[in-house]
């Protein structure tokens, strides 16, 4: 009997198995010559093939039967910015790494592993690759989080932070056989034929309501926000700014994903209902954020609240919302993870400034990091003049223009009241010279070079973001195209 092999498009899949041979290659590595930068330099040649394989599939699109990864410019621009931010915290890791004593022959391969599932994740087409791929980031991510093995708190964290994973996970596996249970389908675009041809059956909606569960524990979405806080705060601070710039992006990507394609039709259903939780996780997210005297925490309840605004998007979710949504997490990958390396390369060696007090004339020691923590936090609280504005003002024009002005007015409220806690930081960062005597410790170069590139870019897109808006349109067209 002859065997037929079923056809493989392994084109589509180029970026991913580039990243995952490197990741494996660097774990071998690892183990022969026992040498970091070694390590760090095959991870990063990994990276950047796998950009340049990324760059090519611009623009391409490869129908259902061939593969069962959708690419197109939706999931080009979004492995972009994953690629991007694994990079960027590696370089930033680079001092870190050294000062804390983390084992880096195993800290950059799980990088890649991450950024491998977050790939994964924002071009998956059915719900069983959809699951593998949150389980591939997020047992990655647990790892990372433990990475400084003799701090309690870094291990406390990684325990919390994997329970609540694996509640979440159940919650999501459960959603998952429910929608197949009342659609007969795992496929995203069976699916949304299956939901368009009347009634959404019970099962369905059920479903739907426990993958919400699911997936708003990935991005800590009220009221399954609480393990961030302590996660942020007890993992390695560059992993911090990593999660909160790579891993909740990608799961808000694949809710975006999720709703504007197979849940299309049972979204009108679920208006209401994600309107309170936006509000909630804005409120909810900025109070806590206002009460907290150790900086980590602060940015960890101030990441609750900007998912909070981008829930905005996934309300109102019209072409206009999609793209204000592209925008903001695109802007807030940039700030998220500069202000959390910001936050690294401020520290006095292995020992880091946690508490708002530490940061006393911290200017004076070190002016470009605090340049730039001072342009992130201008930048979260949506001054003008800096990216974060323009995602502000283009988030809330939407939801203006499609009638959620009450939501709009909620959202303007909440970035007032972040102004309190992010002025604070940067004015005594600013106004308090004491500690400007301190023995000034040197962070590697590339780190410091990767924060002042972040820095710019978010000036740069407050004043000119154009270019990007060309290709955030371009992306949102792609995932309204039939084969999504």
């Not at 680079?94 to 799980?110: A, M, Q, S």
């Not at 790579?246 to 208006?271: E, N, Q, T």
């Not at 940061?359 to 002016?367: C, D, E, L, Q």
């Not at 005597?437 to 004043?463: D, K, N, W």
Request: one cysteine or more; glycine letters at 8%.
């Amino acid at each position: 009997m002859e065997i037929t092999l079923p056809f493989v498009n392994l084109s589509t899949i180029m970026p991913l198995l580039i990243v995952a041979f490197f990741a494996m290659a660097a774990l071998l590595v690892d183990a022969f010559y026992r040498n970091k930068l070694y390590v760090f330099i095959t991870s990063l040649l990994g990276l950047g093939l796998a950009l340049f394989a990324v760059y090519s599939q611009w623009g391409a699109v490869v129908p259902p039967e061939e593969s069962m990864v959708a690419i197109n410019s939706y999931t080009v621009f979004f492995d972009t910015i994953f690629i991007l931010v694994a990079a960027a915290t590696m370089f930033i890791s680079l001092g870190y790494v050294e000062f804390t004593g983390i084992d880096g022959g195993k800290y950059y391969p799980l990088l890649l592993l991450a950024v491998l599932g977050m790939m994964l994740l924002v071009s998956c087409r059915d719900l069983l690759v959809m699951f593998l791929a949150i389980e591939l980031l997020s047992i990655s991510s647990y790892v990372l989080v433990a990475s400084q093995r003799e701090r309690w708190v870094s291990n406390e964290a990684a325990i919390k932070y994997m329970l609540t994973g694996a509640f979440a996970s159940a919650f999501l596996l459960f959603g998952i056989a429910l929608v197949f249970g009342g659609t007969g389908t795992i496929d995203f675009i069976k699916i949304k034929q299956a939901l368009s041809q009347g009634t959404v059956p019970f099962h369905a909606q059920i479903g739907l309501a426990m993958m919400l569960v699911g997936l708003g524990f990935k991005i800590s979405m009220v009221p399954f926000h609480m393990w961030a806080p302590d996660v942020y705060e007890g993992a390695p601070t560059p992993i911090s700014g990593f999660l909160s710039a790579g891993s909740k992006i990608a799961v808000f990507a694949l809710l975006l994903r999720l709703f504007a394609g197979p849940f299309a039709v049972p979204h009108v259903d679920w208006v209401a209902t994600l309107w309170w939780i936006s509000v909630l996780t804005m409120f909810v997210g900025n109070i806590s954020a206002l009460l907290q005297n150790s900086v980590k925490r602060m940015l960890a309840y101030s990441s609750i609240a900007q998912v909070g605004y981008m829930l905005v998007a996934l309300v109102v979710l019209d072409t206009r919302a999609m793209e204000a949504a592209v925008l903001y997490m695109a802007v807030y990958a940039m700030t998220g993870l500069a202000a959390f390396g910001c936050i690294a390369y401020l520290s006095k060696g292995p020992e880091e400034r946690l508490n708002v007090q530490d940061y006393a004339g911290v200017a004076y020691n070190y002016p470009i990091q605090s340049a730039v923590l001072s342009v992130c936090l201008l930048s979260l609280a949506g001054i003008p003049l800096t990216a974060g504005f323009i995602g502000k003002l283009y988030l809330f024009g939407a939801a203006v223009n499609a009638g959620f002005v009450g939501l709009a007015v909620i959202g303007v409220l909440n970035s007032a009241v972040s102004l309190y806690y992010y002025l604070g930081l940067l004015l005594r960062m600013y106004t308090m010279p004491e500690g400007a005597g301190e023995p000034v410790v040197t962070h590697p170069m590339a780190g410091r070079l990767v924060l002042a590139i972040l820095g710019v870019a978010i000036l740069v897109l407050g004043v000119y973001p154009s270019p990007v808006l060309g290709l955030i349109k371009e992306a949102v067209a792609a995932i309204a195209s039939p084969v999504m």
